[in-house]
């Protein structure tokens, strides 16, 4: 298979420019047969956004949980919760889309920090965003694989082996192409969306049960006595539900999958998965007021709203299935972004060069079969139990997120275009939240394993910079 460099279809920029966005090739520089492996919007939002929809299973529930310590009179407070995320998730929406726009090479937090913020804080970004990528396939593909043996008992001594025979299939249809992945991937991500529109907007109009067939027999988790919520308890409810804000960053990592114009495609991809992740995440919190759901031990609430949206029949066993199956595969968030930003810190010097190497399907396979392997790893660790990783989830997107916001405002007070004043406050606002997200997760998580975290990153800087300093000392290298 004829492999090429990952600037063959693209300018070659400098290397120690990590970040010049404005290397990116003329849309009439690519060849037709190219084209035909680089993603339209439609199959952008399938290939680069099942992480963002996929955690609406979790985000929401996140906030029950977290709520439910101060009882009934603390649920209530879940819809406002849910529209501050809402509001977070309109801020990082627009800042991406600036992002994409002034960064058509790809590399979202990475380009824009080390343009801006200098080369090592471009790295703590790249690394930040390495570690979530990795985690998220071991996540997804582990909470898939639960609701697999919650509706299968039988099959849960082989989760391990479940997992890991998930991996090899995203896996093999990536090594095809991202094009081939979101075809495949295109109709269980609409009839996920379908389905929970479709019950959201069932259960506004229908008068829902207190309690669901589904959580008969199980015992509540609600906390009682409490009549007062505090700001903490919000500021981690808050923090919680923004594990529903992963994958938002993707599009912009991968601008270069995108057929031309590429920036234009990513853009309207972005907006397609904030409205829609907006929609649902809203619709979801307002149907847990109506029906005055509460958290029970082994049964998820999306599955409790939709027993009481449609009833214990059918269309429920739809939104479960659908449910499943898109957990497993949104690990495949991960295969479309991660490869793109490891071309792009092998271009840098940052990463042994062969990952910038590119099939003539335009796949980064060495960045494909190396993020397979470490998820492996963790899949095999973890014994397959996704209440493992989940304490290591988030955190690094955050700190992405931060630095990210915060490079934009450095760029719009260089750059001055008109109303530059008001981008660089809304980026603000988006850093100055993102930022306290991330030490409360932090901090709330810390001994749950988040120090793994906290310990691996600046590693993985070191290393970074190791792979520099070594590859800047070799002989000068061919990449033809």
């Given amino acids: 298979m004829a492999l090429r460099t990952a600037t063959s279809a693209d300018p070659a920029t400098s290397a120690d420019s990590a970040t010049s966005g404005s290397a990116s090739a003329p849309a009439g520089t690519r060849a037709p047969a190219e084209e035909r492996h680089r993603l339209t919007a439609v199959q952008g939002l399938a290939a680069l956004s099942l992480d963002a929809m996929a955690s609406v299973a979790y985000g929401p529930e996140a906030i029950v949980l977290v709520l439910a310590a101060a009882g009934a009179h603390g649920l209530g407070f879940t819809l406002p919760v849910t529209l501050a995320i809402a509001v977070l998730l309109a801020v990082l929406v627009a800042s991406y889309r600036q992002v994409i726009a002034a960064f058509p090479d790809g590399g979202g937090a990475y380009a824009v920090a080390g343009r801006h913020l200098g080369r090592r804080t471009g790295l703590v970004a790249a690394a930040s965003l390495v570690l979530d990528y990795v985690l998220n396939v071991a996540v997804s593909v582990t909470a898939g694989v639960a609701a697999l043996t919650s509706a299968f008992p039988g099959l849960y001594g082989n989760r391990v082996g479940i997992c890991l025979g998930v991996l090899v299939l995203v ?24 389905s929970i529109l479709a019950m959201v907007t069932v259960g506004l109009f229908r008068d829902g049960p207190v309690s669901t067939a589904s959580a008969a027999g199980h015992a509540s988790a609600l906390g009682g006595g409490a009549t007062t919520v505090g700001a903490l308890l ?5 923090a919680a539900g923004c594990s529903a804000l992963t994958g938002v960053e993707a599009v912009a990592n991968a601008v270069p999958s995108f057929r031309a114009p590429a920036a234009r495609r990513a853009q309207r991809t972005e907006v ?15 149907l847990i007021g109506r029906f005055h759901l509460q958290p029970v031990e082994g049964v998820t609430v999306l599955a ?12 429920f066993y739809v939104v479960q299935f659908a449910t499943m199956v898109l957990l497993a595969l949104a690990a495949n968030t991960s295969f479309g972004g991660l490869p793109v930003l490891m071309g792009l810190l092998a271009r840098d010097h940052h990463l042994p060069h062969v990952f910038a190497l590119r099939t003539h399907r335009q796949v980064h396979r060495h960045g494909v079969l190396w993020l397979a392997v470490v998820s492996a790893a963790l899949l095999v660790f973890s014994g397959g139990d996704t209440n493992t990783l989940v304490p290591l989830f988030a955190i690094g997107v955050f700190v992405g997120f931060t630095i990210c916001q915060v490079g934009m405002v450095r760029h ?5 275009p008109a109303g530059w004043r008001a981008r660089a406050a809304l980026n603000g606002l ?14 709330t998580r810390f001994t749950e394993g988040a120090w793994l975290i906290v310990v691996a990153l600046p590693l993985l800087v070191l290393a970074f910079e190791r792979v520099r300093r070594v590859r800047r000392c070799a002989p000068a290298e061919s990449l033809s």
């Fill in 171 to 194: 896996t093999a249809v990536n090594l095809r192409g991202v094009v081939d992945s979101a075809k495949a991937f295109l109709l269980p991500t609409a009839v996920f969306v379908g």
């Fill in 234 to 238: 919000l500021l981690k409810a808050f």
């Fill in 272 to 286: 397609a998965l904030g409205a829609l992740l907006g929609v649902m995440l809203i619709g979801l919190s307002v």
């Fill in 304 to 315: 409790q709203l939709a027993d009481a949206s449609f009833g214990h029949g059918p269309a």
């Fill in 412 to 416: 719009w007070s260089l750059e001055r």
């Fill in 430 to 443: 988006g850093a100055l939240l993102t930022g306290v997200s991330a030490v409360v997760v932090t901090a």
